[in-house]
């Protein structure tokens, strides 16, 4: 059996708050501590030769890509974005809890990401996406920086084969998760942080870290 390989990526880190007031998630672009940890992604992926790189096109996957991947063109996917939050539908009691519970668990197709998008749409759209990718023969090794909820969506597809949603996957700025794909699915590693190999930085979910900043506006 000929397997392929998918090195499947979160972006490094961004800064979503400055001064007081948050930043357009679209343009959001990399900090110095997160073009650090894609240095230190694309050092340890130096020997891999990309076919492809796919990104959702947003500022801060393409800015990781380039220097993860700086000889490949990168891709724009739209279909890949994150999940798109509504925090103004979110009453004011309940934000702690979308905050920190954004991801905990198995979440039914019905739950919104902070307010917004139902983790329904968000299959309805990587789903098809992943098909039309590896419907492609013509590579065996791509690199797709893409996003957390993203990526959770795609690992717990692999896992299970249907649309289940494991929310439980920590994915971490920078982190490379490792599968390979063929008549089956295999997952050969999740959330790797070549910047804190062994997760020394802290225990609170990138979520969790999130909630923090936005209390502190």
């Not at 299959?123 to 065996?140: H, M, S």
């Amino acid at each position: 059996m000929t397997r392929r390989r998918i090195y499947l990526m979160r972006h490094a880190a961004v800064a979503y708050f400055h001064d007081g007031r948050p930043v357009d998630p679209h343009e959001v672009p990399l900090t110095e501590t997160g073009r650090e940890q894609a240095q230190a992604a694309a050092a340890v992926l130096g020997d891999v030769s990309f076919d492809r790189v796919v990104t959702s096109g947003l500022r801060r996957t393409l800015e990781t890509a380039a220097i993860v991947a700086p000889g490949v063109e990168p891709e724009s996917w739209p279909e890949l974005r994150e999940l798109e939050p509504k925090l103004l539908d979110v009453p004011v009691e309940e934000l702690e809890h979308a905050f920190v519970g954004a991801f905990r668990g198995v979440l039914p197709g019905d739950a919104r990401f902070l307010g917004g998008e139902t983790i329904g749409s968000l299959f309805d759209r990587v789903l098809p996406a992943i098909d039309r990718l590896l419907e492609d023969p013509g590579w065996d090794v791509v690199v797709a920086v893409l996003h957390g909820g993203v990526n959770r969506a795609i690992l717990s597809y692999a896992l299970t084969g249907r649309r289940t949603f494991l929310g439980n996957f920590e994915q971490a700025p920078a982190c490379i998760n490792v599968l390979d794909v063929g008549d089956d699915w295999i997952v050969r590693a999740v959330n790797l942080t070549p910047y804190d190999q062994v997760h020394l930085r802290g225990r609170a979910t990138t979520m969790e870290e999130l909630w923090t900043e936005f209390k502190s506006m």
